[in-house]
């Protein structure tokens, strides 16, 4: 059993960064492809950024060259550096492990999320 927990959202203008962070609990946070997924009113839930187990990372073309995902598996924490934030970038932001290779569509654990609104 894995819990999530993330943190860091909030208001910010364009232009602006955040740092999202995910604290997980267990002792297996090591082994989980780790995901950062986003839904926005209206919309449907889309995946953001991923990381594996080994540290291959990969992104939405939206995100690309303004995001990054990290984790550091000795405080069992993922996170999600913002940059360049859009007001298009609002959406509550989910914190998801999978016990897959990569993260998928299904993983088996989320967080609660946390609500990032840019303003223009």
């Known amino acids: 059993q894995v819990q999530l927990v993330e943190s860091g959202g909030g208001l910010v203008q364009a232009g602006g960064s955040l740092r999202l962070s995910c604290a997980a609990s267990?002792?297996?946070?090591?082994?989980?492809?780790m995901g950062w997924f986003r839904q926005a009113p209206g919309k449907e839930r889309e995946l953001v950024a991923a990381?594996?187990?080994?540290?291959?990372?990969n992104y939405a073309d939206s995100v690309k060259g303004r995001f990054t995902i990290s984790r550091d598996n000795a405080k069992n924490t993922l996170y999600l550096q913002m940059n360049r934030l859009k007001p298009e970038d609002t959406a509550v932001y989910y914190c998801?492990?999978?016990?897959?290779?990569?993260?998928?569509?299904?993983?088996?654990?989320w967080g609660q999320g946390t609500q990032v609104t840019v303003s223009s």
């Open positions: 998801a492990a999978d016990r897959s290779f990569i993260v998928t569509m299904t993983p088996d654990y």
């Open positions: 267990g002792r297996t946070f090591s082994t989980y492809a």
């Open positions: 990381i594996t187990s080994g540290g291959s990372t």
